[in-house]
């Protein structure tokens, strides 16, 4: 077992992630001890807001690697928090801690403390500002890391979108042989490294049928071309397949991973299958990041009604990996 220490960034504050944060303490004893990054005034706030009691352990960063730590108390980095503490809409207001949480989470993990990462949701329109697509991209951008692949995880099945939070007007010109090719490489290798086992992976055509009324057609283009290099080098890959018939149940048995052309071509179908038993991976990062798979739920705050089971998932995954 791998005792590494967890680091979960809080996130926007107005979410329900702390709610769920709560309820994982509750419903399973973790053996990697687990280091929150978030403003203690607000943590207490919302523990009394939902009744839940646990004492609360104030780390100093500059020395994680020196002390024991363990989840009989909740083990926080403490972040300055300044905003209102009665539940707010999410806003530009929480720009400042939301970037204070990920960047002090990204200099401990350069640090080599640990290389396991949880970011709570965040508002892709109040906090990246259409600077980046997500926090994928986001993070891209702060590792100065050259790859990336967005996969949506589930030991059943898993997808990847090839372009991710990109208006569909956009989708067809950010699609390249060298980007199918490059992502379906990276999610090779994880499943090999981490996993133990090379991965069958089907990939969706961009067209319905994966025809076309233009003269150019991007699956016989791009999409095939792709296809016939990663076969060649020796990657478990079929396609491309018609997407409005690839989730059947016959047909994605088939496969551990089905990668789309765009976000929602695979998205969609993943969480209707498992819906909160899912966890989003971002791949070519210098460690392992998961994100619960649902946004900040601002409608939901403080009713005490949220699914852990994403944060579930995405805890046990770092425990094994």
């Not at 807001?49 to 009989?72: A, E, H, Y």
């Not at 990462?117 to 994928?136: E, Q, V």
């Not at 699956?219 to 059947?248: M, Q, R």
């Amino acid at each position: 077992m791998n005792s590494k220490p967890i680091i979960i960034a809080h996130g926007e504050p107005n979410s329900v992630f702390l709610e769920i944060f709560f309820k994982s303490l509750i419903s399973k004893k973790f053996k990697n001890p687990l280091i929150l990054v978030c403003s203690q005034k607000l943590l207490k706030f919302q523990m009394k807001k939902l009744k839940f009691k646990m004492s609360i352990r104030i780390l100093d960063r500059s020395s994680l690697n020196k002390v024991k730590l363990n989840n009989k108390t909740i083990n926080i980095i403490d972040i300055n928090y300044n905003g209102n503490l009665v539940f707010q809409r999410i806003s530009n207001k929480s720009n400042k801690y939301i970037k204070d949480c990920f960047e002090t989470s990204l200099k401990i993990l350069k640090s080599n403390i640990t290389n396991k990462f949880i970011n709570g949701p965040i508002s892709k329109n109040s906090f990246l500002n259409k600077k980046f697509l997500g926090i994928t991209e986001y993070l891209v951008k702060k590792t100065r890391v050259n790859q990336n692949a967005m996969l949506i995880y589930n030991k059943k099945l898993s997808v990847c979108p090839i372009t991710t939070h990109l208006p569909l007007k956009s989708v067809v010109k950010n699609i390249n042989k060298n980007k199918i090719i490059n992502k379906i490489i990276l999610i090779n290798n994880f499943y090999k490294k981490c996993l133990g086992f090379k991965p069958k992976i089907a990939v969706l055509g961009l067209n319905p049928h994966c025809e076309s009324v233009d003269k150019f057609n991007e699956d016989e283009k791009i999409v095939k071309p792709a296809i016939k290099y990663l076969i060649k080098k020796k990657i478990n890959v079929k396609g491309p397949y018609s997407a409005d018939t690839a989730f059947l149940m016959k047909n994605r048995k088939n496969f551990d991973v089905i990668v789309g052309m765009y976000h929602d071509q695979v998205l969609t179908p993943i969480k209707t299958l498992y819906e909160y038993d899912a966890i989003n991976l971002t791949l070519g990062l210098p460690f392992i990041r998961i994100s619960p798979d649902h946004g900040p739920n601002h409608k939901m705050l403080g009713q005490n009604k949220s699914n852990p089971l994403s944060l579930l998932r995405a805890i046990e995954f770092l425990e094994k990996h």
